[in-house]
């Protein structure tokens, strides 16, 4: 496992979902470890676009005519297609987890159980990082983030005791921010060693994965991409298209809920004089999870939900 990049949720359901047509042109707009991707090409589309900002995901680069890769984020899908020529897709997937190799790289900063510096880029060219936001927001900018972005009901705490102790010294690493989160000393936290694994009390992780994800989210502005990219996949589909989207977390998921239902970013349902719902979407997938035996091989798929849309004629 230490060597896998990724391993997508439910493969099987989400191509089976996007229902590829030959010749057809797709995008992949999260291409990670390449799984997804490998799949549509074997399903027998006609192009591929795979999209991602890590550089790192180039290390799993596909040999196939058919197969283009777009270092960028997925925010800038309609200036890509655009580029490209590309005027309509006959499908599009996206897959909004974040990948092994993020979480188990130590040095990227993604995850509390390493000690490393606050980093959390998908972008590693970007300017801004975690721990610019950990000592450059003010303690109400922090709580807020914590609350809309980690659902933490204690991130005013969280946010306090993070403020207190960026006063004292610069949050710089993993383990500073885990140790000012937790209010205790930075000792108490055991032996971390070359890029060890913290020792964190039991009952404080679930908190910590939450502060954790609150702040790549925010380093990353992924709500803010994702709600670009809705709006650009809606224009580019053709008549009979499908979006396929594995969601997270339940923010995203209810964006992504909402959007595939109305057809708009504020969730408004509109209707005709009849009462009928005016959406250019027809629902095929409201949410699959996976089933028992994928989460035993593959526990971090427990999270994931399966929505899948049909562009309507």
Same mark, same amino acid.
Request: with cysteine; charged share 25%; net charge negative.
């Given at each position: 496992?230490?060597?896998?990049?990724?391993?997508?949720?439910?493969?099987?359901?989400?191509?089976?979902?996007?229902?590829?047509?030959?010749?057809?042109?797709?995008? %992949?707009? *999260?291409?990670?470890?390449?799984?997804?991707?490998?799949?549509?090409?074997?399903?027998?589309?006609? &192009? !591929?676009?795979?999209?991602?900002?890590?550089?790192? /995901?180039?290390?799993? @680069? +596909?040999? %196939?005519?058919?197969?283009?890769?777009? &270092?960028?984020?997925? $925010?800038? #899908?309609?200036?890509?297609?655009?580029?490209?020529?590309?005027?309509?897709? %006959?499908?599009?997937?996206?897959? !909004?987890?974040?990948?092994? &190799? &993020?979480?188990?790289?130590?040095?990227?900063?993604?995850?509390?159980?390493?000690?490393?510096?606050?980093?959390?880029?998908?972008?590693?060219?970007?300017? =801004?990082? /975690? @721990?610019? +936001?950990?000592?450059?927001?003010?303690?109400?900018?922090? @709580?807020?983030?914590?609350?809309?972005?980690?659902?933490?009901?204690?991130?005013?705490?969280?946010?306090?005791?993070?403020?207190?102790? =960026?006063?004292?010294?610069?949050?710089?690493?993993?383990?500073?921010?885990?140790? /000012?989160?937790?209010?205790?000393?930075?000792?108490?936290?055991?032996?971390?060693?070359?890029?060890?694994?913290? %020792?964190?009390?039991?009952?404080?992780?679930?908190?910590?994965?939450?502060?954790?994800?609150? #702040? =790549?989210?925010?380093?990353?502005?992924?709500?803010?991409? !994702?709600?670009?990219?809705?709006? /650009?996949? =809606?224009?580019? !589909?053709?008549?009979?298209?499908?979006?396929?989207?594995?969601?997270?977390?339940?923010?995203?998921?209810? #964006?992504?809920?909402?959007?595939?239902?109305?057809?708009?970013?504020?969730?408004?349902?509109?209707?005709?004089?009849?009462?009928?719902?005016?959406?250019?979407? *027809?629902?095929?997938?409201?949410?699959?999870?996976?089933?028992?035996?994928?989460?035993?091989?593959?526990? $971090?798929?427990?999270?994931?939900?399966?929505?899948? @849309?049909?562009?309507?004629?």
């Amino acid at each position: 496992m230490d060597n896998v990049y990724h391993i997508p949720a439910m493969l099987n359901e989400t191509i089976e979902g996007l229902n590829i047509k030959p010749e057809g042109v797709y995008v %992949d707009v *999260t291409f990670g470890g390449g799984g997804h991707s490998r799949a549509i090409l074997e399903a027998g589309a006609g &192009h !591929l676009y795979s999209f991602d900002q890590d550089k790192d /995901a180039l290390q799993n @680069a +596909i040999e %196939d005519e058919r197969w283009t890769f777009v &270092h960028s984020n997925f $925010r800038y #899908l309609r200036n890509w297609m655009d580029f490209y020529g590309v005027e309509q897709i %006959d499908g599009l997937l996206a897959d !909004l987890g974040v990948s092994f &190799h &993020h979480f188990d790289c130590p040095e990227r900063g993604f995850s509390f159980r390493f000690s490393a510096p606050l980093d959390m880029r998908m972008n590693q060219t970007a300017k =801004r990082t /975690a @721990a610019d +936001i950990v000592n450059g927001y003010s303690e109400e900018e922090l @709580a807020q983030i914590l609350w809309l972005y980690g659902e933490l009901k204690n991130g005013r705490g969280i946010a306090r005791n993070i403020c207190r102790a =960026r006063a004292q010294k610069p949050i710089e690493r993993t383990e500073d921010l885990v140790a /000012a989160a937790l209010n205790v000393r930075l000792g108490s936290l055991g032996n971390l060693g070359n890029l060890g694994e913290l %020792d964190i009390p039991t009952n404080a992780k679930k908190d910590l994965a939450r502060l954790f994800q609150a #702040l =790549r989210i925010e380093v990353n502005d992924e709500m803010g991409a !994702l709600r670009e990219m809705l709006v /650009a996949a =809606r224009d580019l !589909l053709k008549p009979g298209g499908r979006i396929a989207i594995l969601t997270y977390h339940s923010l995203e998921d209810r #964006l992504v809920k909402n959007f595939l239902r109305s057809g708009n970013l504020e969730g408004e349902i509109e209707k005709d004089f009849y009462g009928n719902i005016l959406t250019p979407f *027809t629902i095929l997938e409201k949410g699959r999870t996976a089933c028992a035996e994928e989460v035993e091989s593959n526990p $971090r798929s427990r999270s994931a939900k399966l929505r899948v @849309a049909e562009k309507k004629g």
